[in-house]
């Protein structure tokens, strides 16, 4: 089992930046792929960001390419979101997510991750 939690979200302002973590524990060297999702009030949760934590190789979902990184410290077994050019339609629940042993494509479907934690909240305001 690999445990997931995440830390850093708050109530931000259009524009500014904000860096989520996502700490892991346990059995973290089943967690292959790691990535993170949201999801905003009413919405269905949409893939974010993924990272392959043994090659570094990254994805990106169209709405956030350009102003979102995802990077991972892999002594530290931690995986990071950091976001600028926040928007107010970056308002969500963001989800760390984990998935064990995978070599092909990224895939960006929530099925597709084993392991989630419980989520922390980001407020954009206009």
């Known amino acids: 089992q690999v445990q997931l939690v995440e830390s850093g979200g708050g109530l931000m302002q259009a524009g500014d930046s904000l860096r989520l973590t996502c700490a892991a524990s346990g059995r973290t060297n089943s967690a292959y792929v790691m990535g993170w999702f949201r999801q905003g009030a009413g919405k269905t949760r949409e893939f974010v960001a993924a990272?392959?934590?043994?090659?570094?190789?990254?994805d990106y979902g169209d709405s956030v390419k350009g102003r979102f990184t995802i990077s991972r410290d892999n002594a530290k077994n931690t995986v990071y979101l950091q976001m600028n050019s926040l928007k107010p339609e970056d308002t969500a629940v963001y989800y760390c997510?984990?998935?064990?042993?995978?070599?092909?494509?990224?895939?960006?479907?929530?099925?597709?991750?084993?392991?989630w934690g419980q989520g922390t909240q980001v407020t954009v305001s206009s």
């Open positions: 990272i392959k934590r043994r090659t570094g190789d990254t």
């Open positions: 997510a984990a998935r064990g042993a995978y070599f092909g494509p990224f895939s960006r479907n929530e099925n597709d991750f084993v392991y």
